[in-house]
């Protein structure tokens, strides 16, 4: 009977031991779930926080992206703004060299008249007659009404009659006369008008004794005067077309 008893007893502790160990067990599996789930959670909670990341992301960039289309449209007000100045820049320097050109145009067009009489009447003191005579009448075709335009007629008259060309020096003192009656050169024109003229073929005798006495009488004070007696008392002494004294060369700018 007791025999028995030991071997109920054994199979008993048997299943008991085993109960023990499925309990610690199932504990063990319960506590490693317990720790999965938490892991989950933290899984989960990550993913939210990076979900929440990505939207700040999305916006940040699409924020971004609007500042960046913000910044391209100044950019590109900006490079219009700068062309339209550019423009403007051109257009004023363009303007500005213009005027600056038509200023130095000018200053050229004033100097030149005086710099063509100034060489001419250089070239007439230096017995460069040729060269004189081209920039007087150069001078005159191109400033008629230039201020030393009577001046260019009477020191032209003066270069031809250097060379002997009396009919063209008469002709240039005539003109002096008849322009400009009231120039300070206007005594001594006639005379040599007068001196011109007698040198030519046709008999001027008359009309050079009637321009000499207008300077005694128009002029009767003047050293002019002094010279058209002397030259009318020669003229009265001697025979027609004979040639007047060359003594005189009244040239003078």
């Excluded at 003192?173 to 050169?185: I, T």
């Excluded at 321009?211 to 003047?222: A, G, H, M, R, T």
Aim: proline letters at 4%; glycine letters at 2%; a neutral charge.
């Amino acid at each position: 009977m007791n025999h028995l008893k030991v071997f109920v007893l054994i199979p008993t502790a048997f299943i008991l031991s085993g109960c023990v160990a499925t309990q610690h067990d199932m504990l063990q599996m319960q506590s490693q779930m317990d720790d999965l789930n938490s892991s989950l959670a933290n899984m989960q909670k990550n993913q939210a926080d990076l979900a929440i990341k990505m939207d700040d992301l999305s916006q940040n960039l699409n924020s971004f992206s609007e500042n960046m289309d913000d910044v391209s449209k100044q950019i590109s007000a900006f490079n219009d703004n700068l062309r339209l100045m550019d423009s403007n820049i051109g257009s004023k320097v363009s303007k500005l060299g213009q005027n600056i050109q038509k200023q130095q145009d000018e200053v050229k067009s004033d100097l030149l008249p005086t710099k063509i009489y100034n060489d001419a009447y250089s070239s007439m003191l230096n017995k460069n007659y040729d060269s004189a005579v081209y920039g007087f009448k150069k001078y005159i075709s191109k400033f008629p009404d230039d201020e030393l335009v009577k001046g260019a007629y009477y020191n032209l008259g003066e270069s031809l009659y250097a060379k002997k060309e009396w009919k063209e020096a008469a002709i240039s003192y005539a003109n002096l006369l008849d322009k400009y009656p009231e120039y300070f050169r206007v005594p001594s024109a006639r005379i040599k008008y007068a001196l011109a003229i007698l040198k030519l073929p046709e008999n001027k005798k008359e009309e050079a004794l009637k321009y000499l006495e207008s300077v005694v009488k128009d002029y009767p004070n003047s050293k002019e005067a002094t010279l058209a007696k002397k030259h009318i008392s020669e003229l009265n002494k001697k025979p027609e077309n004979t040639e007047p004294s060359s003594k005189e060369k009244n040239t003078s700018k």
